[in-house]
């Protein structure tokens, strides 16, 4: 499976910003799916994923401002991200776990910044 983000840009602080993850084929099951990001200098980490059963998870610090979804066709998971903040600064990824076998996209620049 392939994994292509979009919709990284140049936003301000306080604003919002969806970025697009396609996959490459319909995904029907999977283990998790949805987006990470890493910052200049640190660590990959979670920003949200869907679970398989239909839950979500999220880093605790995002809770209320991004929120992870997928689309109806089922081959597309999306990011919405609200009052962004210069430490949201990252490239994120797009993520699938599928029967134990993990995917990333090439990622996806958000930067955040007056």
């Known amino acids: 499976v392939q994994l292509a983000e979009s919709g990284g840009d140049l936003v301000q602080p306080g604003g919002s910003l969806r970025l697009s993850c396609a996959a490459s084929k319909t995904i029907a099951s999977f283990n998790a799916m949805g987006w990470y990001r890493q910052a200049p200098g640190k660590q990959r980490e979670l920003v949200g994923l869907i679970m398989g059963d239909g839950g979500t998870t999220y880093a605790d610090p995002l809770k209320g401002r991004f929120t992870v979804s997928r689309d109806n066709n089922k081959n597309t998971v999306s990011l919405q991200m609200n009052s962004l903040k210069p430490e949201d600064t990252a490239v994120y990824y797009c993520?699938?776990?599928?029967?134990?076998?993990?995917?990333w996209g090439q990622g996806t620049q958000v930067t955040v910044s007056s």
């Open positions: 993520y699938l776990n599928q029967r134990g076998l993990h995917f």
